[in-house]
């Protein structure tokens, strides 16, 4: 749908597992992003060729939930550029400063409603 779409680029979330998109011809700057919680989500973002993996829970207290140590040696065992995501907010966005993170995302950090 992208390619129909003429869009710059497409996010494999960490469920999707296919090749597929292997075999369609992308414009030259076309970028592949993906998601990845574990080191095998993170071998197959690998094998479809993604540009750059959100790596997550690094803060947010659920099932995906790895931690600053956690978070820093699953980013050591990729070379693609990696994008913390997870529960980060004003109070704890300094601890970035201590992974290999290239930057972060999250819709609550950006979407705090101001008011009652």
């Known amino acids: ?28 700057k076309f970028v592949l992003i993906g998601s990845a919680h574990n080191l095998r989500e993170i071998r197959i973002k690998e ?26 040696l699953l980013s050591n065992y990729t070379r693609k550029d990696v994008i913390a995501l997870g529960g980060i907010s004003k109070e704890n966005i300094k601890v970035l400063n201590l992974t290999k993170s290239i930057g972060f995302a999250g819709i609550s950090y950006f979407n705090k409603k101001k008011g009652p």
């Open 1 to 28: 749908m992208s390619i129909d779409l003429n869009l710059d680029g497409t996010y494999l979330p960490s469920f999707y597992e296919s090749f597929t998109h292997l075999n369609y011809n992308f414009k030259k």
């Open 47 to 72: 094998k479809q060729k993604v540009k750059e993996i959100f790596l997550s829970s690094l803060f947010k207290d659920n099932r995906n939930l790895l931690g600053l140590n956690k978070f820093n």
